[in-house]
Nanobody
Framework: QVQLVESGGGLVQPGGSLRLSCAAS????????MGWYRQAPGQERELVAT???????KYADSVKGRFTISRDNAKNTMYLQMNSLKPEDTAVYYC?????????WGQGTQVTVSS
């Protein structure tokens, strides 16, 4: 069984930065990290950033230019660097990974952007 654990969330002022981490454990085989999602109160889960089938990256329009997704497969860890944070970025952020035939989700980490 694979477990994904997000960390790095917290309270930050508008314009500030945070780096989220997603660590995988529970298997001797590496997981395929797929991307980051978020869910705000009363809203549906939305895609924030993902790795594409051609090895590039894709971002939601609302975060493009401010967020950067990356991964270190040797460390079984995926990251989301978030800069120039806005109050509308407030949400629970989830990481997603895949190891055939299963899909895995972390428990989420809260990000709150407020003065």
């Amino acid at each position: 069984q694979v477990q994904l654990v997000e960390s790095g969330g917290g309270l930050v002022q508008p314009g500030g930065s945070l780096r989220l981490s997603c660590a995988a454990s529970g298997s001797i085989f590496s997981i395929n990290f797929m991307g980051w999602y978020r869910q705000a109160p009363g809203q549906e889960r939305e895609l924030v950033a993902t790795f594409t089938s051609v090895g590039s990256t894709k971002y939601a329009d609302s975060v493009k230019g401010r967020f950067t997704i990356s991964r270190d497969n040797a460390k079984n860890t995926m990251y989301l660097q978030m800069n120039s944070l806005k109050p509308e970025d407030t949400a629970v952020y989830y990481c997603n990974g895949r190891r055939w035939p299963h899909d895995y989700w972390g428990q989420g980490t809260q990000v709150t952007v407020s003065s």
